[in-house]
């Protein structure tokens, strides 16, 4: 029963490695004042952008890479300490989550609430316009809110492309 057990195990595994795009060019990107690291599936450009927000004008800082399928991202956003702390972020986590949402004119299709690390967040997947897919994690970690993103065609990168890619983000210390 172990030796079946072992052999299970190893078999999903081959096949979960095997459902991974092998051309995808993996590396982690490390962003000390990010404050977080991910493996993305190739070279990142970083831009800034300010949003309008209801605790003001604020700079959105945005790592992300394309790939003919789509894109993958992370964006972060520093907030005052109390926009973030009245209610863990829900305010802020619905915000983000609806402006991805109006990118691709969707509608959220699953949804749950998540912990990373011990931060409060959510997980979202919506479809949109023309085929448009959005698989996206939230979290609130202290006055910060990060964005891990991937949007791109339905049928574009496999799940288990973009699932590597969503947990595959942590903080750093």
Known sequence: MKLRAG?????VACAALAAC???LDWRELSVPEG???VLLPGKAQREARTLNTAAG???MTMYACSL???SMGVAYTDYPA???AADHGRAQLDAARDALLRNIGGSV???EGIMVEGFPGRQVYAEGRAGARLKARFVAAG???YQIAYIGERDGLAMADIDMFLTSFKLLR
């Open 82 to 84: 109390a926009a973030l």
């Open 35 to 37: 404050r977080f690291a």
């Open 143 to 145: 006055g910060r809110l």
């Open 109 to 111: 299709r699953s949804e």
């Open 21 to 23: 795009t092998p051309e």
């Open 7 to 11: 052999a299970l195990a190893l078999l």
């Open 57 to 59: 004008a604020l700079t």
């Open 68 to 70: 003919k399928q789509g």
